[in-house]
């Protein structure tokens, strides 16, 4: 199910005084199972950009292939795209109304016309995927921490068994143990369900750790696309665009200044434990040599 994008633009209040141009000509391919991170500051386009991928916003210009299928054309089923491409929002508490968190669940697979038992079967495999104790089933979603809603708009998605799942800036709000435990969940569903999965940041140190590409936005356009290693390669670049990069990147190039023979390229903390402590075992042995 790989998502095309072909030249794709959207301006807000086309035609008038007050017009902003959010994307422009957007042209990329999001392949099957990919993990995809989209960074960029606010009002970069992330957020814009996702929301075209399900039809909440229709391109001004371009066009979207949804497993080679343009979502323009006329007569495309949008419902059905939406049960495919699903979309977790910032702020879950848009996305949770039910007077119980099971009942909340149950919501997007009921409005596919399941059958009653492959409904609740399909919301308790998702509130189970995600973590959530079945004696919250029955508690109002708006009685819980900001984690365990955040879980539970994810496992409403789940239900509807889409093959993409979009997470518009996850972590928003939670403490560092909170954006922890969500990102490792969110990774551990791709991993074991090999689903094409978007998390949309404004944060490198979100997702350094985590996803096989990242996607980086600024002023509607791509400024950067490839794997972590190549874009936190141009930290500078993303500092001018006021994005820092994860702070293991500072710490390798401040050591690499030093004369530690590091790899500048590491992008995550057990890459970068390890490649400190071989270089620190190369000089030891080095100073060893010199001093025999």
Same mark, same amino acid.
Do not use: W
């Given at each position: 199910?790989?998502?095309?994008?072909?030249?794709?633009?959207? /301006?807000?209040?086309?035609? /008038?005084?007050?017009?902003?141009?959010?994307?422009?000509?957007?042209?990329?391919?999001?392949?099957?199972?990919?993990?995809?991170?989209?960074?960029?500051?606010?009002?970069?386009?992330?957020?814009?950009?996702?929301?075209?991928? =399900?039809?909440?916003?229709?391109? /001004?210009?371009?066009?979207?292939?949804?497993?080679?299928?343009?979502?323009?054309?006329?007569?495309?089923?949008?419902?059905?795209?939406? @049960?495919?491409?699903?979309?977790?929002?910032?702020?879950?508490?848009?996305?949770?109304?039910?007077?119980?968190?099971?009942?909340?669940?149950?919501?997007?697979?009921?409005?596919?016309?399941?059958?009653?038992?492959?409904? &609740?079967?399909?919301? /308790?495999?998702?509130?189970?995927?995600?973590?959530?104790?079945?004696?919250?089933?029955?508690?109002?979603?708006?009685?819980?921490?900001?984690?365990?809603?955040?879980?539970?708009?994810?496992?409403?998605?789940?239900?509807?068994?889409?093959?993409?799942?979009?997470?518009?800036?996850?972590?928003?709000?939670?403490?560092?143990?909170?954006?922890?435990?969500?990102?490792?969940?969110?990774?551990?569903?791709?991993?074991?369900?090999?689903?094409?999965?978007?998390?949309?940041?404004?944060?490198? &140190?979100?997702?350094?750790?985590?996803?096989?590409?990242?996607?980086?936005? =600024?002023?509607?356009?791509?400024?950067?696309?490839?794997?972590?290693?190549?874009?936190? @390669?141009?930290?500078?670049?993303? &500092? &001018?665009?006021?994005?820092?990069?994860?702070?293991?990147?500072?710490?390798?190039?401040?050591?690499?200044?030093?004369?530690?023979?590091?790899?500048?390229?590491?992008?995550?903390?057990?890459?970068?434990?390890? =490649?400190?402590?071989?270089?620190?075992?190369? =000089?030891? @042995?080095?100073? @060893?040599?010199?001093?025999?």
């Amino acid at each position: 199910m790989s998502i095309q994008i072909e030249h794709l633009t959207h /301006t807000y209040g086309e035609d /008038t005084t007050l017009a902003v141009k959010a994307l422009d000509d957007i042209t990329l391919t999001i392949p099957d199972g990919q993990f995809l991170g989209i960074i960029g500051h606010t009002g970069s386009g992330k957020s814009t950009l996702v929301q075209h991928l =399900n039809g909440l916003l229709k391109g /001004t210009s371009g066009r979207i292939l949804f497993d080679g299928k343009d979502i323009y054309e006329k007569g495309y089923d949008l419902k059905e795209l939406r @049960s495919q491409v699903g979309l977790v929002f910032q702020y879950p508490e848009h996305q949770l109304f039910e007077i119980d968190v099971f009942t909340d669940v149950c919501f997007g697979p009921k409005n596919l016309g399941l059958p009653k038992e492959e409904i &609740e079967k399909r919301a /308790t495999m998702a509130l189970q995927s995600v973590g959530i104790p079945e004696e919250l089933y029955k508690q109002s979603p708006f009685d819980l921490s900001g984690g365990q809603k955040r879980r539970v708009a994810i496992a409403g998605v789940l239900a509807m068994s889409p093959k993409v799942l979009i997470l518009d800036e996850p972590t928003a709000g939670l403490d560092p143990r909170g954006r922890d435990e969500i990102l490792g969940l969110i990774k551990d569903l791709q991993r074991s369900s090999h689903m094409t999965i978007l998390l949309v940041s404004h944060s490198m &140190e979100d997702v350094a750790e985590y996803v096989d590409r990242i996607l980086v936005m =600024n002023h509607g356009r791509v400024a950067f696309d490839g794997a972590p290693k190549e874009v936190f @390669s141009h930290y500078k670049e993303l &500092e &001018e665009m006021g994005l820092a990069c994860p702070q293991v990147t500072y710490v390798m190039h401040d050591l690499a200044a030093a004369g530690l023979p590091v790899d500048v390229n590491a992008t995550t903390i057990a890459e970068a434990k390890d =490649n400190i402590l071989q270089a620190l075992a190369m =000089n030891a @042995s080095r100073l @060893s040599r010199d001093q025999h």
